[in-house]
C-alpha cells in the first residue's frame, strides 16, 4: 500500500497538523495512530468523534505507524473497518495529526490541515488502489513539500533532531562552539611561559531532556585536535568532529559535526575565536535529515581576583541549514537562525587527593532569532571539576561537569560530560 521510498516523505508530511497540547504524546510514544468507523474528525480538540473508535496505538518508528496503516493491520485494531467502511484515520507523527478519511466509496481524501493541504483520490475503482495513487503522490510532490514540512517540525515539534531543543543538531553545535572557545579555556588565558604541545582531545557526553512526557537522551563523543603556536601557544587552531546518536522513546538519529576555530588573543586577558563548522543529522525512524552551516565568534575576558578568576562569555552565530539528499530526495527547508549565547563562570583552585585542581560555576544563557523554533531560548547552570588545564602551557588536562538545563515551553533536563586532552 505504502512503498518505503514514500514513508520518509510521508514521514515529513505528517508531522505538523496543528499546534501542540497538553496531549502531544497520548501513547508515550512519538507517533500513534487511531482509527474510527462512522466517526468525524474535530479540529478543535484533535479528536475522532463518534462511531466506534480505537484508543491510539503507539509506535517506535514512522515505518512501524505506516505498517499500523495497511489494511490488515487496520482490520486488526478496529473489527469494525474494512475496505468500503466510512472511516477516519488519524496519524500522529510526534503527537500531531495526519488525516485519511473515507466514506463507502473508494474515495479517499488525505489532508494537513498546518500547509492547508487537501488532496482527493478517486480515480480508481477500489480503495487499495487510490491509496496507491496517494504514495505515487507522495513521492513525487517534489521537494517544496519536503521544505515545508520539515521548516515548520522545528517549530512544532519538542523531538525534531534538525532544531528547536537542546538535543538537535543545531543546538549540539551552537553549544560545541561556545565550549570549545569559552568554559575550556576561560580562566586560563593569561600568557604563559615554557614548550607548548599539540592536544588530542576525546571523551564523552550525555544529555537527556523531557519535553511533554517524552525523553530525548544523547550520547555525543566529541573528538578534536589542537595546535598551538611556539612562537605564541595562546593561539590555537582547533580541529573537531563530534559524533552524536540520539534516542526519543526508542527511535534513533545520528549526527556528525565537522569544523574548525582559530583562538585570537587579543591581550593577555581576552581572547576572540571565530569558528566554521558543518553538520549532518538523520534519522528513518523519525523520518528527518538536514545538513547545516555554522558560523561563530566568541569572545572570551577573564577577570583575575585573589584566589579566582571570572570569565565573561559572549557569542554569536549564525546556522543555515543547507541541501541534503538522501537516496532519490533532496531537501533544504531553508531554516535559519541566529544565535546569542551568553555566559559567566567563577573559577577557584582547591587541593583534590594532593592534586592542583579547579572549581569552576557557570551560567549561561542562549536565544534564537530567525525561523520560528519549538524553544527558542535556554539558561544553563553548571559545575565543573577540571585539573589545570592553561590554554598556553599544560600539557594534558582532565574536565569533568554537570549542567541542569530549563528551556522555553518547559524543556528540562541536564548534560554529564568528562573531556580529557593530551
Partial sequence: MFAPKAVVLFGFSMSVAMAATADTFPTGNVFDLTVGVNSVYQPAIDAITGGIVTNPVGFTSVSDMFDGAKLSSLMKLNSSYTDSSPSVIRMGYRGLPA??????TPTIKFEIPAIN??????????????LDDLNEYLKTSGNSLLDQMQKLLVKVSPVDPVAGNPNSLQSQMMMADFDRSFTQFASNIKEAT?????LFGIGLSFGSFTQHGVTNNAMTIPLSYVFRSDIDPARQLTLYAPVTVSSVEG???YAVNFGASYRYPITDDWALTPGIGYGITGSSDLGAGAAMLALSVTSQYVIHRDGYDIGIGNALGTYRSQKFSAGDYSSDPGISNTVFRNGVLLSFPAMVYGKKMAYEFSFINTRFYGSDLY??????????????????????YLRAGFTYLQGQNDIRGYRLNVGYWF
Fill in 99 to 104: 488525516l485519511i478519511s473515507t466514506g463507502t
Fill in 375 to 396: 524553544s527558542e531560548n535556554y539558561n544553563e547552570i553548571g559545575v565543573t571539576l577540571g585539573t589545570n588545564r592553561s590554554a598556553n602551557s599544560s600539557r594534558s
Fill in 117 to 130: 493541504l487537501v488532496q482527493v483520490f478517486d480515480t480508481k475503482p477500489t480503495r487499495d488502489g487510490n
Fill in 194 to 198: 615554557g614548550e607548548s604541545n599539540n
Fill in 251 to 253: 527511535a534513533k538519529s
